[in-house]
């Protein structure tokens, strides 16, 4: 077995997410009573409100918390991965899953992300709509096609017949409209808050090269999928880079899926509420395991099924 962690992004999270997980295990409640925020954390997991718990200020720091708790329950049994990839934040949860950052470092800067994101484009019209049944290329022209209106790029290329557009609101309904004339099956608009991964994020990015200044970055214990490249980094790239880019460029998730197994991987394990990353990998690689923890049951699930064929 070579097993890869891949860790939820925004968009899975749901009120009640970590509860039973809080009761039931000391070391993700460690996390959790630790997390550097300053709202509080646990009651907006436990019992919202809904809308507060999808403004990305807030969504990321929790996701981010949720996952490093999960990731300590897996290594107390454990259950090492020999690679990890993130949707996006999720990225951050990899990464400090690989030893590249603290568990309270990660909180931190995955709260300090959702407001410079929030920030970036504060009082601007933008919209994200997710595309199905159609390809990159002729999705890429719609794109092109309504250039006039205003920013809209792929944002997200999640697995074959799911992408995401992203920008200007008008330029993205624009693009949406054209992609249903040229065949897409669906077009869904997106409950975000904010153009993610396009380039109208780079105020994000900005405020992340400066922030990253005075971070402490450690060794990375394993590889990570980076969602800028749909790759394990080469020696010359370094991390901060790469996440100053992914902040505002394309989420490369199902070349990143199609890299782990190209690279041997034959299971993954969805850290997260939901199983969104799950059906994306379904799509694009049949050869793969999927098993996931969002609760203490699916947590017992994926230890038994993991049970003699772990990697220390």
């Given at each position: 077995?070579?097993?890869?962690?891949?860790?939820?992004?925004?968009?899975?999270?749901k009120?009640?997410?970590?509860?039973d997980?809080y009761?039931?295990?000391?070391a993700?409640?460690?996390?959790?009573?630790?997390?550097p925020?300053?709202?509080?954390?646990?009651?907006?997991?436990?019992?919202?409100?809904?809308?507060?718990?999808?403004?990305t200020?807030?969504?990321?720091?929790?996701?981010?918390?949720?996952?490093?708790?999960?990731?300590?329950l897996?290594?107390e049994?454990?259950?090492?991965?020999?690679?990890?990839?993130?949707?996006?934040?999720g990225?951050?949860?990899?990464?400090?899953a690989?030893g590249?950052?603290?568990?309270?470092?990660?909180?931190?800067?995955?709260?300090?992300?959702?407001?410079a994101?929030a920030?970036?484009?504060?009082?601007?019209?933008?919209?994200?709509?997710?595309?199905?049944?159609?390809?990159?290329?002729p999705?890429?022209a719609?794109?092109?096609?309504?250039k006039?209106?205003?920013?809209?790029?792929?944002a997200?290329?999640?697995?074959?017949?799911?992408?995401?557009?992203?920008?200007?609101?008008?330029a993205?309904?624009?693009?949406?409209?054209?992609?249903?004339e040229?065949?897409?099956?669906?077009?869904?608009?997106?409950?975000?808050?904010?153009?993610?991964?396009?380039?109208?994020?780079?105020?994000?990015?900005d405020a992340?090269?400066?922030?990253?200044?005075?971070?402490a970055?450690?060794?990375?214990a394993?590889?990570?999928?980076?969602?800028?490249?749909?790759?394990?980094?080469?020696?010359?790239?370094?991390?901060p880079?790469?996440l100053?880019?992914?902040?505002q460029?394309s989420?490369?998730?199902?070349?990143?899926?199609?890299?782990?197994?190209?690279?041997?991987?034959?299971?993954?394990?969805e850290?997260?509420?939901?199983?969104?990353?799950?059906?994306?990998?379904?799509?694009?690689?049949?050869?793969?395991?999927?098993?996931?923890v969002?609760?203490?049951?699916?947590?017992?699930?994926?230890?038994?099924?993991?049970?003699?064929?772990?990697h220390?």
């Amino acid at each position: 077995m070579k097993l890869a962690f891949l860790y939820a992004g925004q968009g899975s999270q749901k009120v009640g997410m970590g509860k039973d997980l809080y009761e039931a295990c000391p070391a993700f409640r460690q996390v959790l009573d630790h997390a550097p925020v300053d709202f509080d954390l646990k009651k907006l997991c436990f019992e919202g409100p809904e809308e507060q718990l999808g403004d990305t200020r807030y969504t990321q720091p929790c996701m981010v918390a949720f996952a490093v708790g999960v990731t300590a329950l897996l290594r107390e049994k454990g259950i090492i991965p020999e690679a990890a990839a993130g949707l996006s934040l999720g990225e951050y949860s990899a990464l400090q899953a690989a030893g590249v950052f603290a568990p309270e470092q990660a909180i931190a800067l995955a709260a300090f992300r959702g407001g410079a994101m929030a920030d970036a484009v504060a009082g601007r019209p933008c919209g994200m709509v997710a595309v199905l049944g159609m390809e990159r290329e002729p999705l890429q022209a719609c794109c092109d096609a309504v250039k006039g209106q205003g920013v809209c790029e792929i944002a997200n290329y999640n697995c074959p017949g799911q992408l995401v557009i992203g920008g200007d609101q008008e330029a993205v309904d624009a693009a949406a409209a054209l992609a249903k004339e040229k065949g897409a099956r669906r077009c869904v608009p997106l409950k975000v808050s904010g153009p993610f991964h396009t380039s109208l994020m780079k105020p994000a990015g900005d405020a992340l090269r400066e922030r990253f200044q005075s971070e402490a970055f450690g060794e990375m214990a394993f590889p990570v999928v980076f969602n800028c490249l749909g790759r394990a980094k080469t020696a010359e790239e370094t991390v901060p880079a790469l996440l100053e880019r992914q902040v505002q460029s394309s989420v490369y998730f199902e070349d990143s899926i199609r890299w782990l197994e190209q690279n041997g991987f034959d299971t993954v394990v969805e850290i997260g509420p939901g199983k969104a990353l799950s059906a994306f990998v379904k799509k694009t690689a049949k050869s793969i395991r999927i098993l996931n923890v969002e609760d203490v049951a699916s947590l017992e699930a994926t230890v038994e099924a993991l049970k003699g064929d772990t990697h220390e």
